[in-house]
């Protein structure tokens, strides 16, 4: 089981797009997948046309079992432990009492055997946002290439190194996902200076379609828009996730 973060210290890059599009087109490529929503907005619910559900406050605050929050999509393979306005509660319940990060770590791992993947989108900061970091195998940073996205890149990696070191960890490998891409003067300008800066870890970006802001009423964009060029750039990055070198990346075994 591989576990992978969408996570940004900023609202509005795209996360909820990216581990919603990210989750479904891995569940159509044969695997099986968990979607953790820990985002108290509960996007992700209302991206695959879900009713409200409880959600990991059940879990932190009523010790209700991982398990039986876990739900269906009508998708094959994708299953989803919603989120919504508790969940917020259940972040400042556990912040305040101390409970360990590593706590929703171990129900996970209890599902090692029934998923290939636990895709997470997370809220900007706080108590879930450093569980992600800390139990993500990898950590994707969906940027919107704009200036604010671009300083909240330095801020993120900083956590995701803070949270390691707190927890006596090595911290997880990072891709920054550059996100609408729309061959503006900024976005070109801003996403050179992310090559330049970072490198092999700037995936390819994905482009800012119509299509995209349809899906969030639609469906994913696999089912929305299966053809659109967009669809085609997300599909190449789950591709990737399932590729034998992400396996030693992981640090897993084929």
């Known amino acids: 089981m591989r576990i992978i973060a969408s996570t940004l210290d900023k609202g509005g890059t795209g996360k909820t797009t990216l581990a919603v599009n990210l989750a479904a087109i891995l569940a159509r490529r044969d695997c099986n997948v968990l979607l953790l929503d820990l985002d108290p907005q509960g996007n992700c619910s209302r991206y695959l046309g879900l009713d409200p559900a409880p959600s990991i406050f059940e879990f932190y605050c009523q010790d209700t079992p991982l398990a039986q929050l876990i739900k269906p999509t009508g998708r094959p393979g994708l299953h989803i432990l919603q989120?919504?306005?508790?969940?917020?509660?259940?972040?400042?319940?556990?912040?305040?009492?101390?409970?360990?990060?590593?706590?929703?770590?171990?129900?996970?791992?209890?599902?090692?055997?029934?998923?290939?993947?636990?895709?997470?989108?997370?809220?900007?900061?706080?108590?879930?946002?450093?569980?992600?970091?800390?139990?993500?195998?990898?950590?994707?940073?969906?940027?919107?290439?704009?200036?604010?996205?671009?300083?909240?890149?330095?801020?993120?990696?900083?956590?995701?190194?803070?949270?390691?070191?707190?927890?006596?960890?090595?911290?997880?490998?990072?891709?920054?996902?550059?996100?609408?891409?729309?061959?503006?003067?900024?976005?070109?300008?801003?996403?050179?200076?992310?090559?330049?800066?970072?490198?092999?870890i700037v995936t390819a970006p994905i482009p800012e379609r119509v299509a995209v802001r349809e899906s969030l009423s639609k469906g994913p964009l696999i089912e929305s828009a299966p053809t659109n060029d967009a669809t085609h750039a997300y599909s190449a990055l789950a591709d990737r996730l399932m590729m034998t070198d992400v396996e030693i990346l992981f640090g897993v075994s084929g």
């Open 83 to 200: 989120s919504n306005s508790y969940t917020k509660a259940a972040a400042t319940y556990a912040d305040r009492q101390g409970i360990p990060l590593d706590l929703l770590v171990l129900e996970i791992q209890r599902l090692d055997t029934v998923y290939d993947f636990v895709v997470i989108d997370t809220h900007p900061g706080g108590y879930f946002a450093e569980v992600a970091h800390y139990m993500a195998d990898l950590i994707l940073l969906p940027v919107a290439l704009d200036s604010f996205s671009m300083f909240a890149i330095q801020d993120t990696i900083g956590v995701a190194q803070e949270v390691a070191a707190r927890e006596g960890k090595a911290p997880p490998p990072i891709w920054i996902v550059p996100n609408f891409f729309n061959r503006t003067n900024e976005a070109n300008y801003n996403y050179g200076l992310l090559v330049e800066e970072f490198g092999e």
